[in-house]
């Protein structure tokens, strides 16, 4: 009996030897989570707005030209100042420009008629004419009147310069008072030493020296403080008024419509006042 026992506990000692194996327990593994893939900021492509100015807009558009600038990352705005009547014959050229910005409507409305300026553009500005003196005054200028002294030297703007044929209306319309005489445009005509391409060139002319006086746009002079000013009365003024379009094979016409709406904007006016333009209509 003892024998028999024996053997049975034999018997399940070896069954339980020949089971399976037990399977080991595996701690689950910590990953770490999956990031999701953030894009970098696209940077806009560089692009330019190429824009003719009349160079008496010089500083009130490089203000404006960098404001916008600022206002559109990735956009540089290329600036061309000269006289209107230069920019518009490098339009009708086939200069590459976006935007057109003249000191008055006659070169404006030439590009209207070829077909390169839509019609029905904007007036942004005007401007006022003065006449500036050299510092010190060498030739003692007090009044208009000393415009026709013999022997002055006076340097206007070219006749097809909007500032020059400015200057010769407000001659004509002075020489229409008894006060100055019929011939007085004629006399101050004939103290012209020098016709200036642009306007700038005309206060440079004055500021050196190289002339007695000059007639420029207030803003010009403004710009100039050395200089002295004999004002023009507003019965013998002209107003000028600058108007400003897209063109309408602009390169960039989207940025071309955006830098318009940008000047006739309260923000854009406001640098045009402090540069001492007055608003349209005006």
Request: with cysteine.
């Amino acid at each position: 009996m003892k024998r028999f026992a024996l053997v049975i506990l034999i018997i399940v000692a070896l069954l339980a030897a020949c089971g399976p194996a037990a399977t080991p327990t595996v701690a689950p593994t910590s990953l770490p989570p999956t990031e999701t893939a953030v894009p970098p900021t696209a940077t806009p492509a560089p692009r330019t707005l190429t824009v003719f100015a009349a160079a008496s807009l010089t500083g009130a558009f490089q203000e404006i030209g960098k404001d916008f600038e600022a206002a559109n990352p990735g956009v540089t705005v290329a600036l061309n100042f000269a006289g209107s009547q230069a920019l518009r014959t490098q339009i009708e050229q086939g200069a590459a420009v976006d935007v057109f910005a003249s000191a008055d409507h006659k070169n404006m409305d030439t590009l209207v008629s070829e077909n390169l300026v839509p019609s029905g553009y904007q007036d942004f500005a005007t401007n006022l004419l003065v006449v500036i003196l050299p510092p010190g005054n060498p030739a003692n200028l007090q009044a208009l009147r000393d415009l026709a002294k013999p022997g002055l030297k006076l340097v206007l703007a070219d006749a097809s310069v909007p500032a020059g044929n400015y200057s010769r209306q407000i001659l004509d319309n002075m020489s229409k008072d008894p006060a100055f005489g019929a011939d007085f445009g004629k006399k101050v005509l004939a103290n012209v030493v020098s016709n200036e391409t642009d306007v700038k060139s005309v206060v440079s002319k004055v500021d050196l020296g190289e002339a007695d006086a000059g007639i420029v746009y207030v803003t010009d002079a403004s710009a100039a403080p050395d200089l002295k000013t004999i004002p023009i009365p507003a019965n013998f003024n002209v107003i000028a008024k600058y108007p400003l379009a897209a063109l309408v094979k602009a390169p960039n016409a989207d940025l071309a419509a955006a830098f318009v709406a940008y000047v006739l904007s309260p923000d854009g006016q406001a640098v045009l006042k402090k540069w001492g333009f007055s608003p349209a209509g005006q």
